[in-house]
C-alpha cells in the first residue's frame, strides 16, 4: 500500500473515522476496536471515547487473532457480532442495518455480496463464539464460512463497496473517486510517531 490505511484520508474525515460513523450511525451497540500497528496514533486520530480499544501484540499474524481479541472483548450478553476489517470504509449505514435485520429474522450467519462477490461486514450468531475464538490460523474467518455453507445468508445487496477493498494505492484513489467523486486530499499524517 505505501501507507498506513487506517489514517488515509476518506472524505472529510479518514478511513478509520469512517468505518466507525458508519456502524455508530446504523445502531450497533458496542464497537471494538482491535489495534496493532502504530496504534497510539489511531487513538489520537480517532474522536470518540465511546470505543473498546484491544491491542493485538502480533498485529502481523493472521486475521484470525484480531477476531479472538475482539470477541474475547465483547460481554458474554451479546448475541451477535458484525466484523469488518478497515479497509471497507465505504458500506453504507442501511446494509449495515441490513444485516442486523436479517440476523433478527432468524438468520445465523450473513454475508452481504454485490454481483455474486462476497465482502464485509459479514454478522454472525454469537452461538459460534467458541468457533471464533479457536478459528484456525490459515483458514481463518472465509474458513469458517466455507465449513457452514449451508447455514449461510448471502445477502444480495445494491453497492458495490462490500466488496471493495483498499489494499493497493490505486485501490484507495479508485474507491474515494468512486465515492466522493474527486481524489483524496494531500495526505499528510497527523501526530506520526516513528515505528
Request: one cysteine or more; glycine letters at 6%.
Amino acid at each position: 500500500m505505501g501507507a498506513f490505511k487506517p489514517l488515509l484520508p476518506f472524505g472529510n474525515s479518514t478511513v478509520i473515522d469512517t468505518c466507525l460513523d458508519q456502524l455508530t450511525g446504523a445502531g450497533v451497540e458496542q464497537i471494538v476496536v482491535v489495534l496493532g500497528h502504530r496504534a497510539e496514533d489511531v487513538r489520537k486520530v480517532i474522536k470518540s471515547d465511546q470505543f473498546t480499544f484491544v491491542i493485538n501484540p502480533n498485529p502481523d499474524a493472521k486475521m484470525s487473532s484480531s477476531i479472538e481479541l475482539g470477541v474475547s472483548a465483547i460481554p458474554e450478553a451479546a448475541e451477535a457480532v458484525l466484523i469488518t476489517p478497515v479497509d471497507y470504509p465505504a458500506v453504507p449505514r442501511w446494509i449495515i442495518q441490513s444485516l442486523m435485520e436479517n440476523w433478527r429474522g432468524g438468520a445465523k450467519l450473513i454475508q452481504p455480496e454485490f454481483q455474486s462477490k462476497g465482502g464485509h461486514p459479514v454478522l454472525i450468531d454469537l452461538t459460534f463464539r467458541h468457533e471464533l475464538m479457536n478459528l484456525p490460523e490459515e483458514s481463518g474467518l472465509r474458513g469458517f464460512f466455507a465449513s457452514h455453507r449451508q447455514e449461510v445468508l448471502r445477502l444480495p445487496v445494491d453497492s458495490p463497496f462490500v466488496a471493495q477493498d483498499i489494499d493497493t494505492w490505486d485501490d484507495y484513489v479508485t474507491l474515494h473517486q468512486a465515492v466522493f467523486g474527486h481524489k483524496a486530499t494531500e495526505f499528510v499524517e497527523p501526530n506520526a510517531t516513528n515505528d
